[in-house]
């Protein structure tokens, strides 16, 4: 898909506030309601604005520890594949799931829980009993640097 200035701008306005109105939008980008609206239309049903979310300050709602977890599988089959990513989307605690070569992990995923005795309940009690899960390697987030929601735009221009 070709993307124009304005299309470039709409996606950077709304990557960082999916809540503006079509006016405010609109505005904000130079064009009417009616075309802006149009092109947002477009966006949406071509793929590349995938969805509009509300993002949570994890820690105001109790969230504390984040943990970064390696896991090794026993067998590299798609059947093994297939049931370990469907388990783990049961599970709300985690909040990314990556499929990851050139480390000796076969998945990268992120967990945010209340406190390390939450950890070691889905750790002990979830995730190591998920059929193929062979190796488990946890690093606890001690702070973070950057956070960013938004995705780079200016190879496009």
Known sequence: MRFDKIDLKI???????????????????GLSPSPCLRRV??????GVIDRS?????QNKLGLKLTVFIQISMDRHTPERFEL????LESYPEVKSCNLVTGQSADYLIEVVVEDMDRYQEFLLGRLTRIPGVTGVHSSFLLRKILNRTSLPLDHLM
């Open 11 to 29: 996606l950077q306005e709304l990557q960082q506030d999916s809540s503006l109105t079509n006016q405010e939008l609109a505005d904000r980008v």
């Open 41 to 46: 239309k477009v966006l949406e049903e071509s």
């Open 53 to 57: 979310v509300t993002l949570l300050d």
């Open 84 to 87: 370990f990513e469907s388990t």
